[in-house]
Nanobody, 128 residues
Framework: QVQLVESGGGLVQAGGSLRLSCAAS????????MGWFRQAPGKDREFVGS????????YLAASVKGRFTISRDNAENTAYLQMNSLKSDDTGVYFC?????????????????????WGQGTQVTVSS
């Protein structure tokens, strides 16, 4: 199985940027489609984005499209979430997740229970 560790969270002013990293160990990242999710205080965990194993196709939630970018470096066993133009609504704990096969349907890649492995999360706080 694969272990995931997120990093890069922190406190940032509205309009600022952060880049989150998700480092994999145990198995190589290229075997997994990667997802990013977030959870705000008192709210359910929600889909942010996903990227297929090759990195050739990525999906983003409507709320972050145009501001966030997902990428991956399979050679470095790391996935990334670049977050620009941050808003206070982006505040929450950000999680990366992995699933063993690629899926191209929103009903698949956006669903929490479609991912087998999860990191512990990293806090992102956006001050207004």
């Amino acid at each position: 199985q694969v272990q995931l560790v997120e990093s890069g969270g922190g406190l940032v002013q509205a309009g600022g940027s952060l880049r989150l990293s998700c480092a994999a160990s145990g198995r190589t990242l290229k075997n997994y489609q990667m997802g990013w999710f977030r959870q705000a205080p008192g709210k359910d965990r929600e889909f942010v984005g996903s990227i297929i194993r090759s990195g050739g196709l990525a999906y983003l939630a409507a709320s972050v499209k145009g501001r966030f970018t997902i990428s991956r470096d399979n050679a470095e066993n790391t996935a990334y979430l670049q977050m620009n133009s941050l808003k206070s609504d982006d505040t929450g704990v950000y999680f990366c997740a992995a699933r063993g096969t690629d899926c191209a349907n929103y009903g698949c890649y956006s669903m929490i229970n479609e991912y087998e492995y999860w990191g512990q999360g990293t806090q992102v706080t956006v001050s207004s």
